[in-house]
């Protein structure tokens, strides 16, 4: 059975840090584009952040140059580790929200900013307040 399980959300300072895990079990990474996903109460779903299966990474504009996506054991055009991870610097008010992590069809990581509908998988969320 394939789970994804997101971990290390929490309460952050402005201008903070923190790095969420989503670990997944049940499969690797393999051919799969993998996002982040953030919904803010009373707001649609977003993505946030974006890798495809050649390590090619997306982020959406709000988040760019704070917000760093990566996986495990990637290598140059095929990945296979099973821990993604989305690192949050500089954090602002408006990155409050639930964060899920997604996997879906090979795609590109733009496309898969935008996967939310074609996602195979998704985890169950974790919850950022920033202060």
């Known amino acids: 059975q394939v789970q994804l399980v997101e971990s290390g959300g929490g309460s952050v300072q402005a201008g903070g840090s923190l790095r969420l895990s989503c670990l997944a079990s049940?499969?690797?990474?393999?051919?799969?584009?993998l996002a982040w996903f953030r919904q803010a109460p009373g707001k649609e779903r977003e993505g946030v952040a974006a890798i495809d299966d050649g390590g090619n990474t997306d982020y959406a504009d709000s988040v760019k140059g704070r917000f760093t996506i990566s996986q495990d054991n990637a290598k140059d055009t095929l990945y296979t580790g099973n821990t993604l991870y989305l690192q949050m610097n500089s954090v602002k008010p408006e990155d409050a929200g639930t964060y899920y992590c997604?996997?879906?069809?090979?795609?590109?990581?733009?496309?898969?900013?935008?996967?939310?509908?074609?996602?195979?998988?998704w985890g169950q969320g974790t919850q950022v307040t920033v202060s």
């Open positions: 049940g499969y690797t990474f393999t051919g799969y584009s």
């Open positions: 997604a996997a879906g069809p090979r795609m590109t990581a733009n496309q898969a900013l935008a996967m939310d509908y074609l996602a195979f998988y």
